[in-house]
């Protein structure tokens, strides 16, 4: 991860530092193996840097962390999942444009 601000979930973070957040949560679920996460990877990290201060972004390795993935029924991955206020209120399954997952932020932002 080249971006400062993108930070790592794990299991057991992950209710502390996602669930409970105020701000606006991106949580990208992704596996060093596969391919469409390593390509999505550059639009999270820039979506980052872009939101800033408005955007809490996580990147979280489903075969480290198998337990939270399963808990959000993930079967596929990339997935990002924004979370707000301890809810899940969107979520985006493959390597979708980064219009799209901007869409999806500002749409919760408000």
């Known amino acids: 991860m080249s ?13 502390s530092d996602i669930m409970k957040a105020s701000q606006l949560t991106l949580v990208d679920f992704w596996a060093e193996w596969c ?24 990147k979280m390795n489903v075969d480290d962390n198998p337990e939270t993935p399963s808990r959000f029924h993930i079967r596929g ?15 985006l399954v493959g390597n ?7 869409q999806s932020i500002q749409k919760h932002l408000g």
């Open 3 to 15: 971006s400062v601000h993108v930070k790592a979930a794990t299991d057991s973070n992950f209710d």
């Open 35 to 58: 391919g469409p996460c390593r390509m999505l990877g550059p639009t999270i990290e820039a979506i980052a840097d872009e939101f800033q201060g408005k955007l809490s972004v996580f």
């Open 77 to 91: 991955i990339p997935t990002v999942i924004l979370f707000k206020n301890g809810q899940a209120v969107d979520q």
């Open 96 to 102: 979708q444009p980064k219009e799209v997952i901007v």
